[in-house]
Structures are given as structure tokens and as C-alpha cells.
């Protein structure tokens, strides 16, 4: 999208921006349901972004955030949702951080065989805490897990859980658990994107495996929750950048009393807005992504500054491309309304704009 976004990787945007227009146009993404994409497998075996930031010993492409967030800006673009952001960022991250040498085998999973792993980060009814009361207890020599996640991204994609919980000390682990064994029951939850694959997951006494324990435990689940937070922000961008684009060409073509709309200056105000609201979270996000992608000791503050201004810019003009396109806007056939259905569902997923404005408020003594 020349002039509107700028192609977070000049070598890997177009790529993954040829190949998602080719495969699922927004045409063919909006058709998908709850149900795993079935692009998920082409994703995996043609370009390689499950694994993208999974290391070369590991099967992976040993590439960093920027390079995977090329790929959800696209997969955003075109209305695409799959597991992209919970399996290739979120649950590759955590893994990363309590199973260095891929004891466990998941990250050659994903990467290598495209399993769908994510992490079950939430037990409260906002999907905001990461606190755990999920138990994990042996007995007689089993070990089983008890508890309730909600608002698990692509749940219902899963093949495999990441579950954060505490074991009969209270001490803080992260088991693992097949989403399809005995035990364990995963529920649609009903959503504004459906496509989202959001679910609650219940476990009654399933048995599970321990992936890590300890303190390192909780300091990983923030930086995978907040990779989510980085990731969801790029894919509401290109989404809100292809609504702009749409807002933008039917001004131009919708005559009204004689002349094109984005004659009318409140339309023209309204365009000019909604490309400053672009701009500015496409910044805030560019940066949060260099930071990470070189470690920098403030990517945390950056993450959380680029999910604050980027849920609320791209809100701002998904409202906004809305109201350029009159009643045809709110109509469930237009694509613009996919487009902001997408965009409401995200900007409350790994944390909300308020909830990361108070953590950089935090951040800077406030």
C-alpha cells in the first residue's frame, strides 16, 4: 500500500503481500468461520512464516519480529485470520523463553509441521489478567490440570495448549495439553470477528505434561502477551490501511450534486484525519518492532506505546471509512464492515489502548 503504510520488510512485504492476494483475497478470507484456515498449511510449507521466528537449529527461519510482522500486515490487509499471531508470536516467543533448547519439540512443531500452538493466557472475564489459578497436582503419578481459560486467540484453531498455572505449592508453571484430549473441552466464545477463533477452554482434570516452573515463568507470559500486543496492532494497520484505501477511491467516485464527495470539505478533513491517524501508529509500530528485533532494553515501553495508538488510530478511522461510504458502510456485503468488525475484535485482545497507557505511564514514574 504505497503512500498509506509503508512495507514493514522491503525484501519479505511484497512477498507475503503477492502470495495473500493470490490464495485469499478479502473475498475469500471473510467466508472463513471459527474453524482453522485451511491457507494455514500453504502459510507454513510455501513461505514459511510459522516459523519465521523460530532459530535455524530448531527448524525454524531464525528471522526476527519485523520480518513476521510483514506477514500479519498483509494477512491484515486481506482480511485473513488464522493463527499467525498466537502461534507464530505469541506461543513462539514463550517457548522461547522457558524451553531454550526446544526440549519440548514445539517450536520444530510449528515450525516444521505447522502445529498450532497457543498459548491459554487469560482466566478472567476481560481477557486482561495474567494471573493463573489453573492447578496443576500429581496424583498417582498423573499429572492433571484444573481450571478455566478465556479468551483464547485461535482456540479453536489448536492442536496444542500453552497453559500458564500453579502447581499444589503455588508455585508458577506452564504445562502443555492437546486441545483434543480427554479433559479438555474448547468452546467458541461468540465474537464480533468469528474468524478470530476466540474460545474458552475448560479443563476438568485433564492430564497435561510441564513444559517449565519457576519465577522465570510470569516474566515470559508478559513478553509473549505482549508480542500479541505488537502483532494485533499490525494486523489492525493494514486492515485499517486497506479501509482507508477504500474510503479514499469511493470518495473520488461517489458524485453527488454534480462532483465527486472527497470534493466537500468535511469529507477532505475527514481523509486527512484518518491518513494522520495512519501515520502516526504506523511510527509508534515500526519502532516498538525495531526495538524488539534488536533487543533494545525499552521494547517493552515501546510495545505497549505502539498497542495504545495503534488500537485507538486504527479505530479512528475504521469509524471513519464508515461514514465516507454512507450506508453502504454498514451493510455486512460491503468489505469495509469485515474490516471494522476485525478491528473492534482486536483492539481488546492482549490488552487494551487504556491498559497499555497506563503500563508507559508506569514506564515513565506517572
Request: proline share 4%; with cysteine.
Amino acid at each position: 500500500m504505497p503512500g498509506l503504510v509503508p512495507d514493514l520488510s522491503p525484501e519479505l512485504s511484497p512477498v507475503f503481500a503477492r502470495f495473500m492476494d493470490h490464495r485469499s483475497p478479502v473475498d475469500v478470507s471473510r467466508l472463513g468461520g471459527a474453524v482453522r484456515p485451511e491457507l494455514w498449511d500453504a502459510l507454513v510449507s510455501e513461505v514459511g512464516a510459522a516459523g519465521l521466528l523460530v532459530e535455524e537449529e530448531h527448524g525454524g527461519q531464525g528471522a526476527t519480529l519485523v520480518e513476521l510482522a510483514a506477514a500479519v500486515s498483509e494477512a491484515g490487509r486481506c482480511g485473513w485470520s488464522g493463527p499467525l499471531v498466537a502461534t507464530a508470536g505469541v506461543a513462539v516467543v514463550l517457548l522461547g523463553r522457558v524451553d531454550p533448547d526446544d526440549a519440548s519439540g514445539l517450536r520444530r512443531g510449528i515450525a516444521e509441521d505447522g502445529r498450532v500452538v497457543v498459548a491459554a493466557l487469560h482466566e478472567d472475564d476481560a481477557g486482561s489478567s495474567l494471573d493463573a489459578a489453573t492447578v496443576v497436582r500429581v496424583v498417582d503419578g498423573r499429572t492433571t490440570a484444573r481450571g478455566r481459560k478465556t479468551f483464547v486467540d485461535s482456540g479453536t484453531h489448536a492442536d496444542v495448549l500453552l497453559l500458564p498455572a500453579v502447581d499444589a505449592d503455588g508455585r508458577p508453571v506452564l504445562a502443555r495439553v492437546d486441545a483434543a484430549a480427554p479433559g479438555v473441552v474448547v468452546e467458541e466464545m461468540s465474537a464480533v470477528d468469528p474468524g478470530r477463533g476466540l474460545a474458552v477452554v475448560e479443563l476438568r482434570d485433564a492430564e497435561v505434561e510441564v513444559v517449565a516452573g519457576g519465577s522465570d515463568v510470569p516474566a515470559a507470559l508478559h513478553d509473549a502477551w505482549l508480542t500479541g500486543a505488537l502483532l494485533v496492532a499490525v494486523d489492525a494497520l493494514g486492515a485499517a490501511g486497506r479501509a482507508f484505501a477504500l474510503a479514499r477511491d469511493y470518495s473520488v467516485q461517489r458524485q453527488q450534486f454534480g462532483r465527486p464527495v472527497a470534493s466537500f470539505q468535511s469529507v477532505k478533513h475527514k481523509l486527512v484525519d484518518m491518513y494522520a491517524e495512519l501515520q502516526t501508529a504506523s511510527a509508534a509500530i515500526a519502532a516498538a518492532l525495531g526495538a524488539a528485533a534488536e533487543g533494545s532494553a525499552d521494547w517493552r515501553f515501546a510495545a505497549s506505546a505502539a498497542a495504545a495508538r495503534g488500537g485507538d488510530a486504527t479505530m479512528a478511522v475504521l469509524r471513519e471509512s464508515v461514514q465516507v461510504h454512507g450506508g453502504i458502510g454498514f451493510t455486512w456485503e460491503h468489505e469495509v464492515s469485515h474490516h471494522f468488525r476485525r478491528v473492534t475484535a482486536e483492539r481488546a485482545l492482549y490488552g487494551t489502548p487504556a491498559r497499555h497507557r497506563a503500563l508507559v505511564a508506569i514506564e515513565v514514574g506517572f
